[in-house]
């Protein structure tokens, strides 16, 4: 009866859509995808001058452990979520299962478009991070040369169209890709800290100095502050741990292995640091050569993940042209749409670039809030309705933990969102303001006033409840080994499923 029938479809067709892309992704090639996405150390290493000059050694480092451990958290609660939701709409499509049905609808669009600010931003950022990097190699070989903002705006449009480029026609080769970078990202890590150590000794720092110094080169604050504003710095290196809940549909068993993937992998002056450490241009050149190719595999899996997610959106057509956007491109088997529409408007975002590049840094800050953000939405809502009303069971249970992960979530992000909107530096003026608050408050009222008054009249939400997947999950309770890894509700349906995965 249940020839032919694979139970990732089913459970995909239980939600309400066919599938649309094949299941390309293994469990490795997905935490390669993640690993390359986050690139946790290269986006320490990016901003590390920044972290440095707020809190120096000590204060760099117990930092990073703090905002790993707290990202860790938030993407427990993600992973849990992914588990009884397993659909590449994520935060869009978990905020419209468990949010009310009066109020549903409006939760699933925000998440969804807070989502899509966060992904885009954050591909600015990165894409900005490998074109400084390549200028500085080339003013390693090039002592005469001297960057000006309109080169590395070329370098970052040509970085951004080469990734999206090979989304589209490498598509099927990005499993193998994601894995090679991650070999090449540890082996880099690894080969980096070797170097620095080896070619700095025997000048090293004491290791007092490494753990207890705070002495701050920004006089604007005092040190309790600074090192609050260093560990939001230092969150901007674990962003993107959703990234396996998007592609939950290319991957087998995803209610299994997404949760996994999840809870994971975890101004240039990196460029000074090389130089300083090994005094050598050579030796500079290959590691920022390095970095660049890790960073760089950051953007390719930055448009494979956001591309998904306005796909997954589009299909309930929650935005503009969503019938352009949720086409699969049939010989490449990917949303090229989705993904031209994510280079179109980073390359127009980056021309702030050649105007101000303050404002640039500022709203590639707003990343950390909007991604954040999208991050806690359906747990704050799954938390406040009632988790055990809400979510279906699972295979990733929180269980009695579940409603502590989710409050330390909230609560982290609203503390994020709250320090990323002060002032670095005081006096402020109209060149070194923070305009984090500015893009925040401009993004979420456009967001506002298009729901009411365009998106909610054909915005609907995703197609199917929570109820009907708990029945339908019952269903495969007979099926072979694979398809028991569901957990199942008590009371089955009695409604019987035919060949192609549907309700009778």
């Given amino acids: 009866m249940y020839e032919h029938i694979d139970a990732d479809d089913l459970e995909l067709e239980a939600q309400g859509y066919a599938p649309a892309m094949p299941r390309r992704f293994s469990l490795l090639s997905l935490f390669s995808l993640g690993f390359a996405l986050t690139a946790t150390w290269n986006g320490f290493g990016s901003a590390i001058g920044t972290s440095l000059a707020e809190s120096s050694s000590s204060g760099t480092i ?23 939701f397993p659909n590449s709409g994520a935060q869009y ?8 049905p009066e109020w549903a609808p409006f939760a699933s669009y925000m998440s969804a478009c ?21 200028l500085a190699i080339l003013q390693i070989c090039v002592k005469e040369y001297t960057p000006s903002p309109l080169h590395q705006w ?72 600074l090192f609050v504003l260093c560990l ?21 068993s995803p209610s299994i292995n997404a949760p996994k993937v999840m809870h994971g992998p975890l101004r240039l002056h990196v460029f000074e640091i090389y130089l300083q450490a090994t005094g050598s241009d050579f030796a500079t050149v290959l590691l920022l050569a390095a ?5 760089f ?15 997954a959106a589009s299909r309930d057509n929650c935005y503009p042209l969503s019938t352009w956007l949720a086409e699969i491109h049939p010989k490449h088997q990917m949303p090229m749409n989705a993904a031209c529409l994510t280079a179109i408007f980073t390359t127009l975002y980056g021309v702030i670039f050649l105007r101000s590049t ?34 279906p069971r699972r295979h990733f249970d929180l269980g009695r933990w579940g409603s502590f992960v989710n409050v330390t979530s909230c609560v982290w992000v609203c503390f994020l969102d709250i320090v990323a909107c002060f002032p670095i530096i005081r006096p402020i003026t109209s060149t070194n303001m923070n305009w984090v608050s500015v893009v925040i408050f401009i993004t979420t009222a456009y967001m506002v006033l298009a729901w009411y008054l365009w998106q909610r009249h054909v915005f609907t939400g995703p197609r199917l409840g929570t109820q009907f997947i708990q029945k339908y999950r019952s269903q495969v309770a007979g099926l072979p080994h694979k398809y028991t890894s569901y957990s199942m509700v008590d009371q089955p349906s009695n409604e019987p499923i035919d060949k192609d995965g549907k309700v009778d």
């Fill in 62 to 84: 117990w930092t990073l452990v703090i905002a790993a451990l707290m990202n860790l958290v938030v993407s427990l609660g993600m992973a849990e979520l992914v588990s009884a």
């Fill in 93 to 100: 499509y978990w905020s419209f299962k468990v949010a009310s």
């Fill in 114 to 134: 807070i989502s899509t600010c966060g992904w885009w931003l954050g591909l600015a950022s990165v894409c900005n991070f490998v074109a400084a990097t390549m």
């Fill in 154 to 225: 070329f370098g970052y449009v040509a970085v951004l169209w080469l990734a999206v480029l090979l989304n589209i026609y490498a598509a099927r080769s990005l499993p193998a890709l994601n894995q090679y970078l991650l070999y090449f990202s540890v082996s880099t890590l690894l080969v980096t800290i070797l170097v620095i150590l080896v070619c700095a000794a025997p000048n090293y720092q004491s290791s007092v100095w490494v753990f207890t110094d705070t002495t701050n080169l920004n006089r604007s604050y005092d040190k309790s502050f």
């Fill in 232 to 252: 939001l710095n230092n969150t901007y290196g674990f962003m993107g741990t959703d990234a396996g809940a998007h592609l939950a549909e290319e991957i087998p």
């Fill in 291 to 295: 970095f660049a190719i890790c960073l």
């Fill in 297 to 311: 595999g950051c953007a390719v899996a930055n448009i494979t993940g956001s591309s998904r997610q306005i796909w």
């Fill in 358 to 391: 303050t404002a640039f840094a500022s709203m590639v800050s707003a990343n950390i809030v909007f991604m954040m953000t999208s991050y806690v939405i359906p747990q704050g809502i799954a938390l406040w309705r009632g988790r055990s009303s809400v979510l």
